[in-house]
């Protein structure tokens, strides 16, 4: 455990930490897909009850451990159901039973968000650190509207603002006017990314902080969406000098190639190994382009958040000093040790990849001194709730 020292007065920060081992999980790792694989998929939930289990009870935070008290067999039962009704709206489109097969999405839309949130809340109420259990509770028509209704009304507005750029644009039939209202269209697509993944992250992040629980105390988190939307702008800039570099290695050779249209098969077959490496080259800068920004975005966000963040009233706060140049090695490297060992390597990337991201989440205050009491809330048990129970696996450590 490492103490991270800000000159705060009585106020001690620590670091999470992570006291498991690549080894350790390898033997979990390699039991849970012999066993999923014997069984047909089946034990595939308590695989995944499993593994959390052995992240949450080897993260630590001031010497107190967290733990994971699922069972397989109640997020078995809501994969279950899901698979039943899925069955079900499969059956009703073989037999062409399109009002049905409707009715069937339109109720899964409508409730799908409340769902979730069902989901979320017994994966918090399964979670405790030193024995008191985590808790979420929101308003399904909330959850609603930042998942579906908001992202939907913006898209529906920028889509009529394409329309009346292209219908005017059709009319005009100029090629300034064409170019300009190319350049709109453009720009105003690149601002609709922006705004619904600003809107996204901003939204989304209240409403899970704002409504989970420690015991009886509340967590708290207050987000711009400006801020969250120049993140998501900085990330896209980031992203074009690759995929100008990534074009000129593919766009070149292709119209090199096209020049040997209707030559003998022989010559366009050496043209065309002559020109992989480039293509090649082309795609793995492409790639390289969408993690380096991934991670930019990904760090950049986390590090808001996480300074945004407190419990009760402030009593306690969160800092993550994760490093964007630090996590584009961790994942660059994970995936290519993951790659050339058949993904063998994995349990060591996720242990080394969940380590990294513990030992820069910090907690300032004293956690000792938090006047904290389990909740007595019980996990629902009706039919609504266990189906709930496999649409959500998020977790809450970190």
Not at 6 to 34: C, H, Q, Y
Not at 159 to 178: E, F, H, K, R, T
Not at 207 to 212: A, D, E, R, V
Request: charged share 10%; hydrophobic share 55%; aromatic share 12%.
């Amino acid at each position: 455990m490492s103490d991270v020292n800000d000159g705060m007065v009585n106020s001690p920060a620590r670091a999470m930490s992570f006291k498991g081992t690549g080894g350790e999980f390898f033997v979990i790792w390699l039991v849970n897909a012999i066993l999923t694989t014997i069984t047909l998929g089946l034990f595939l939930p308590w695989a995944f009850v499993r593994s959390r289990r052995y992240f949450y009870e080897n993260t630590e935070l001031a010497g107190k451990k967290f733990a994971y008290h699922a069972t397989g067999k109640s997020i078995l039962v809501g994969w279950l159901c899901i698979a039943v009704l899925y069955g079900i709206f499969l059956v009703n489109i073989a037999h062409n039973n399109a009002v049905l097969s409707l009715i069937m999405m339109l109720l899964f839309i409508l409730f799908s968000p409340w769902l979730i949130m069902q989901g979320l809340r017994y994966q918090a109420m399964m979670t405790t650190l030193n024995g008191v259990r985590f808790n979420f509770r929101t308003n399904p028509l909330r959850a609603w509207w930042v998942m579906l209704g908001q992202p939907l009304l913006i898209v529906v507005v920028m889509s009529m603002l394409i329309a009346s750029i292209l219908s005017v644009m059709g009319s005009a039939m100029s090629a300034g006017m064409v170019i300009g209202g190319s350049v709109c269209i453009a720009l105003i697509s690149l601002f609709s990314i922006v705004l619904i993944q600003g809107l996204y992250i901003s939204q989304w992040g209240k409403l899970l902080i704002n409504n989970l629980q420690y015991g009886n105390a509340k967590f708290d988190v207050s987000l711009e969406t400006k801020k969250c939307g120049i993140i998501v702008a900085k990330a896209i800039v980031l992203f074009i000098p690759f995929m100008i570099a990534a074009g000129y290695f593919i766009v070149a050779p292709i119209l090199h190639l096209a020049k040997y249209s209707g030559s003998p098969e022989d010559i366009v077959l050496m043209a065309a190994m002559q020109s992989a490496g480039s293509i090649l080259l082309g795609y793995i800068l492409y790639m390289l382009g969408i993690l380096v920004c991934y991670c930019y975005g990904y760090v950049a966000i986390r590090n808001y958040i996480y300074s945004q963040a407190s419990l009760h009233n402030g009593a306690i706060r969160f800092r993550s000093t994760a490093r964007i140049g630090a996590f584009v090695w961790l994942v660059v490297s994970n995936l290519f040790v993951c790659s050339i060992t058949a993904f063998l390597a994995y349990p060591w990337a996720r242990v080394r990849a969940t380590r990294y991201l513990l030992e820069n989440t910090h907690v300032e205050g004293d956690l000792d001194q938090l006047p904290v009491e389990d909740h007595n809330d019980k996990p629902a048990a009706d039919p609504a709730n266990l189906l709930a129970r496999g649409l959500s696996v998020m977790q809450f450590v970190f």
